[in-house]
């Protein structure tokens, strides 16, 4: 089972720039897609953006253009580095990743969520 390690999260000014990293790790032949979701109070969890082991990128309109997902596959692990950042940024962050298991099946896995505050 993978286990994915979140960090960079926290609190930071309107304007300002965090980078959330998530780390896998554990037993699976590869990590295929990563991506990055948020969940605000009173919204449902939405995609923020995702990367495939290959390095296709996809993004949310309301992040295009302020944030970059990128992916070390040396280190199993996906980066969001967040750039000009709102208030309506503030969400819990979730790392998500599919995995082919060892046995050849698919596998997925959140992480446990970081809190990323911008105050206006």
């Known amino acids: 089972q993978v286990q994915l390690v979140e960090s960079g999260g926290g609190l930071v000014q309107a304007g300002g720039s965090l980078r959330l990293s998530c780390a896998a790790s554990?037993?699976?032949?590869?990590?295929?897609?990563m991506a990055w979701y948020r969940q605000a109070p009173g919204k449902q969890r939405e995609l923020v953006a995702k990367?495939?082991?290959?390095?296709?990128?996809n993004y949310a309109d309301s992040v295009k253009g302020r944030f970059t997902i990128s992916r070390d596959n040396a280190k199993q692990t996906v980066y969001l580095q967040m750039n000009s950042l709102e208030p309506e940024d503030t969400a819990v962050y979730y790392c998500?990743?599919?995995?082919?298991?060892?046995?050849?099946?698919?596998?997925?896995?959140w992480g446990q969520g970081t809190q990323v505050t911008v105050s206006s």
């Open positions: 998500y990743a599919e995995y082919l298991t060892l046995s050849t099946n698919w596998g997925m896995k």
């Open positions: 554990g037993s699976a032949l590869s990590i295929n897609n």
């Open positions: 990367i495939t082991r290959g390095g296709s990128t």
